[in-house]
């Protein structure tokens, strides 16, 4: 029912009752006491007779407000309306928002807004070595698990990011835009030319990750040499970065027993690898059946035109469109060890 309204230019006779008898009406419908169904009786005394134009018999017009006091009637609304308000809301809300995300992919070349992971998983999946990546004495001696794959039934893939060579400012601003999540894998030897790019990284929520002080191929060195290069590169990542970090990723995927003992006694909890590896203008895979997996990490590196037919932003693109089409979000891989 709409409130009845006003007109001035009606003659107080006439107008006087129909608006005293709207606003009784809306009175008792507000106020609960018209809840029987039964029509209110025009009459102030329920004789069916109509009320003086005044409430003081005097003709004057009634006072708008139940209270005489010229105030419109407040209409209060049922127990539902606030809850009802505040879902139109969180509607209006998501509505906007993922608007905005649309015109951000747009900007950034996609087609499709990349999908959202869920929630970090409450309780993290036990990590183990993959089958036919352990070394001697993997479990014995509590060595750093090598593996390809988390263990979930979360439709989410992990985006790793190697090396540090290539410090394109538009790939942090998309990522950031695109709201991102993926892990850097860091060489000193690619990095120290430019630390200040990394913290960047670092300060818009990226994690930084250990890949050692030169980028050798390990199991040619002995394990001094390899804890000086693991170990090492903690120092560095502490002194420049803040934190010593758990997750350690050998170069080239090479290992033996030496490099994971090596990497336990720096503090290493993880040696993750990669089941994908995407560029500008194509994808590898290490399974045969050429498919994303609940849980793949896919590698990519920090290298621009002077190494690949493309640039970061071009992986990027190829990356998203990959994922998104075959409905994986991206999550953070630190989320799950």
């Not at 995927?253 to 003992?261: A, F, H, S, V, W």
Request: net charge neutral; aromatic share 8%.
């Amino acid at each position: 029912m709409r409130p009845v309204r006003q007109n001035d230019k009606t003659g107080a006779n006439g107008a006087g009752v129909r608006r005293g008898v709207g606003v009784l009406a809306l009175v008792l419908l507000a106020s609960g006491c018209a809840g029987t169904g039964a029509a209110p009786a025009p009459g102030a005394d329920g004789t069916g007779a109509a009320p003086a134009p005044g409430a003081d018999g005097t003709g004057a017009a009634p006072a708008p407000g139940a209270d005489g006091t010229g105030a419109a009637p407040v209409l209060r609304a049922g127990p539902q309306a606030a809850p009802a308000r505040a879902l139109a809301a969180y509607a209006s809300r998501l509505r906007l928002a993922q608007a905005r995300r649309a015109a951000v992919a747009r900007r950034w070349g996609l087609a499709e807004v990349p999908l959202t992971p869920p929630a970090p998983p409450a309780r993290k999946p036990v990590v183990q070595a993959r089958e036919g990546f352990e070394v001697d004495g993997q479990k014995e001696l509590g060595l750093p698990p090598v593996f390809t794959t988390v263990p979930t039934e979360d439709k989410v893939v992990f985006l790793t990011v190697d090396d540090g060579a290539e410090k394109d400012p538009a790939f942090l601003r998309m990522m950031s835009d695109l709201k991102i999540p993926y892990t850097a894998f860091l060489s000193d030897f690619l990095v120290e030319d430019d630390y200040g790019y990394f913290r960047r990284m670092r300060d818009r929520g990226v994690t930084l990750d250990n890949h050692t002080l030169h980028h050798p191929y390990l199991p040619a060195l002995s394990y001094a040499r390899q804890k000086r290069e693991i170990c090492g590169m903690q120092d560095v990542m502490e002194k420049q970065f803040g934190r010593r970090p758990a997750v350690f990723r050998p170069p080239y995927g090479n290992y033996d027993q030496d490099t994971l003992r090596a990497a336990k006694s720096c503090g290493i909890r993880y040696a993750p690898l990669w089941n994908e590896e995407v560029f500008p203008d194509h994808w590898e895979y290490r399974e045969e059946d050429r498919e994303l997996h609940p849980g793949d990490i896919v590698l990519t590196h920090f290298q621009g035109r002077g190494q690949w037919k493309g640039t970061m932003p071009d992986v990027v693109r190829r990356f998203l469109r990959t994922v998104t089409a075959e409905g994986y979000a991206v999550a953070r891989l630190e989320d799950y060890l």
